[in-house]
């Protein structure tokens, strides 16, 4: 295959893999702010969402596999000419906080939630749980924040 037409391959590879990704995250965002609304009184229906959406996660994993390979591919195409360029390390950095923030912030947070959430025994901590609404509500915001930035950069390629 010449690198021509290796390019186009790896920018749809890029694409779907993003729209899955991001896809996914957006809809994680929507069905944890419903979540939310109905934890504190019904866990059984807190339950029943966490589990229907639990898909999401995987699917943003292999989305995330994807958008590399994608861009393993278009990389290979132009010989890694964007290497080097100011756009690529900043979009390579945002890269790094967004995978930071998945292990920093929602690991230990979604935990957190799952041990709230199966502990039918335990009384309700109110405390715990807004601190743990409030850092899963930070995680989806800034992670499509880094999303948006990593949009900008790439298309404008600021150099
Ligand atoms: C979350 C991760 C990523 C997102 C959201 C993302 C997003 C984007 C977007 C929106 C574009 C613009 C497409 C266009 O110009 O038509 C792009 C281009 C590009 N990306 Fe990514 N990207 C990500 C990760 C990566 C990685 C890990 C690599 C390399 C290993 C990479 C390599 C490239 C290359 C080489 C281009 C330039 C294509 C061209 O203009 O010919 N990207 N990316």
Redesign the pocket.
Known sequence: MTSFSL?PL??VL??SG?VV??GSLFAGYLTNLQLWKCLPYDRDRALTIVRATAPLRMAGGVG?IV??A???L??TA?HGA?MHQVW?KV??GI?AV?IVNMIVLERPAGRRLRRMLYDGQAPVDHMAMSATRARIRFFYLLQLGL?LL??VV??Y?FN
Do not use: P
């Open positions: 390019l790896g920018l890029h694409i993003i990704m991001v995330g958008i590399v994608g861009g393993i278009m990389m132009v964007f690529f979009k390579m890269l967004l999303f990593i949009f790439s298309a390629k």
